[in-house]
């Protein structure tokens, strides 16, 4: 698992190696799916700095490598449909965004052969993206956007060292969101 930025290069490394590995000829442009669960100011982010990554290891746009975008506005009831589209479109990667769009191309995508790569999943262990934050699953890595639930409760502490309270939304049906309060409720005392 993927966790610091070098981290994530190396892992983009080996997604190019993987696009190399797949037999493409020089003179061929490489094709990736982006698979975005909807327009929002840091999901978009994630994608410029992923082509940024490639870009500034000699992938030229348009050139060496095509990019397909895609996204469903937020509604997880079309993400298979955009997973399928990506996958007609024979990419030698995916670029998966978000936690549901990342579990639902690792189903779609099993045994196809197209590797994924995902980003801003909070906790890919507790999402069964990866078996463990040490190793990607096969076919499957990516970065996590967790951020250090122990510097926020101390940071807290500092600014209300009063409190004895401290109140986070979440929703009870995303794997993130139950992984992350349990991690809040662990760091807290």
């Known amino acids: 698992m993927l966790k610091s930025k ?4 190396s892992g983009l490394f080996l997604a190019s190696a993987l696009m190399v590995s797949a037999g493409s000829a020089a003179a061929d442009q490489i094709r990736i799916g982006i698979a975005n ?3 929002h100011p840091q999901l978009n982010a994630a994608i410029a700095g992923f082509k940024k ?3 500034d290891n000699g992938f030229v746009e348009g050139k060496d490598v095509v990019y397909t975008e895609s996204h469903t506005n937020f509604d997880a009831s079309l993400v298979p449909q955009m997973i399928a589209k ?3 479109e024979q990419p030698k990667l995916i670029y998966t965004i978000t936690t549901p769009v990342s579990q639902i191309a690792k189903k779609a995508l099993a045994g196809s052969g197209i590797p994924i790569v995902f980003a801003a999943v909070t906790d890919p262990v507790a ?3 990866v078996p463990s934050w040490d190793s990607g699953d096969e076919g499957m890595t990516g970065a996590s956007d967790l951020q250090d639930v122990a510097a926020v409760m101390a940071f807290t502490k500092k600014l209300l060292p009063n409190a004895k309270r401290f109140g986070v939304p979440y929703n009870p049906g995303e794997a993130n969101d139950v992984a992350l309060v349990e991690k ?3 760091a807290a005392p």
Do not use: M
């Open 86 to 88: 990506l996958q007609a």
């Open 37 to 39: 669960f909807g327009e």
């Open 127 to 129: 999402a069964k993206l």
């Open 184 to 186: 809040i409720k662990a």
């Open 6 to 9: 070098s981290a994530w290069l």
């Open 53 to 55: 990554a490639l870009t």
